[in-house]
């Protein structure tokens, strides 16, 4: 999320609050919405050296904790835990560690992770929105690809709206969920539906392409093209439909939470989400 001004964040808005995926660390610098006007298209096939970081002219890396969902992470900014393979992908690695006494909302965090948004570098209003990913595994894992309103300093969530392309829970390993948030249906609230993979399969065995087609008053899900549900303003019981207005996408894993619960035994570390590639185009 990020604040409608034209400087520098210190801190997110931690006192709001959630249930989704959707709130952020208590601390990232961040570019503010007005920094780059809405763009149409957006690619970003993750190509380049081994070990090297992301585009930071498409991304930006926050840090911190997140206070909202009780995570047991903490976001950091280095490569350890968003890279490039060197094989066209983006590899974002949980890790159980704390190499740098990372303060959590708990005290002190267990892991690491990162958090990446387009946040002050793209947004947009409507289009397809996809990704190819191989998710990652195991209990108290939770990866998410997902978009805020640009507006969200200015309103605040859930009024700027969310829309949960692909959130996964590590208990669910063949299912992953769509959802919305706004005012009045957010959080434990959100309209959504989950998506799952015959026959047991699990969404880390392979990759699988996770989509939105988002029109005006109407949004669609689909994994690998296959549409499982679509949302419109009648779905609101008389809500508010927040969905006309920029959007800015989001990319993390997230360890342990409100939703997905603490990793147990049975959970190994490093996980990874490993991201092919995010695509997002309209038809202007």
Wanted: charged share 15%.
């Amino acid at each position: 999320m990020r604040p409608g001004q034209k400087r520098r964040l210190a801190l997110w808005a931690a006192a709001l609050t959630c249930c989704s995926a959707a709130l952020a660390p208590t601390a990232v610098a961040a570019e503010q919405p007005g920094e780059r006007a809405a763009a149409a298209n957006f690619t970003d096939d993750f190509d380049g050296p081994a070990g090297s970081a992301v585009d930071g002219g498409k991304w930006q890396l926050e840090t911190g904790d997140n206070v909202s969902n009780h995570e047991g992470q903490y976001y950091t900014s280095g490569t350890s835990n968003a890279a490039l393979d060197g094989q066209g992908n983006l590899v974002i690695t949980a890790r159980r560690e704390n190499p740098n006494n990372y303060q959590c909302w708990y005290g002190t965090c267990e892991y690491t992770s990162a958090r990446l948004n387009t946040s002050g570098k793209f947004s947009t209003t409507y289009g397809h929105v996809e990704a190819r990913m191989k998710l990652p595994r195991g209990q108290g894992i939770w990866p998410a690809f997902w978009m805020l309103g640009d507006d969200i300093g200015s309103v605040g969530w859930p009024n700027s709206g969310e829309i949960d392309v692909m959130e996964n829970v590590g208990h669910e390993p063949s299912t992953v969920h769509g959802t919305i948030h706004g005012p009045g249906y957010s959080g434990a609230a959100g309209i959504g539906a989950g998506y799952s993979l015959p026959n047991g399969e699990a969404f880390a065995d392979s990759f699988h392409t996770f989509a939105v087609d988002w029109s005006p008053n109407s949004i669609s899900w689909s994994v690998d093209g296959n549409v499982y549900q679509t949302r419109t303003p009648a779905d609101l019981g008389g809500n508010q439909w927040v969905f006309d207005k920029p959007f800015f996408v989001i990319l993390n894993l997230a360890v342990g939470g409100d939703w997905p619960g603490s990793p147990d035994g049975s959970t190994s570390f490093p996980q990874q989400l490993v991201v092919d590639y995010v695509r997002v185009s309209t038809n202007d």
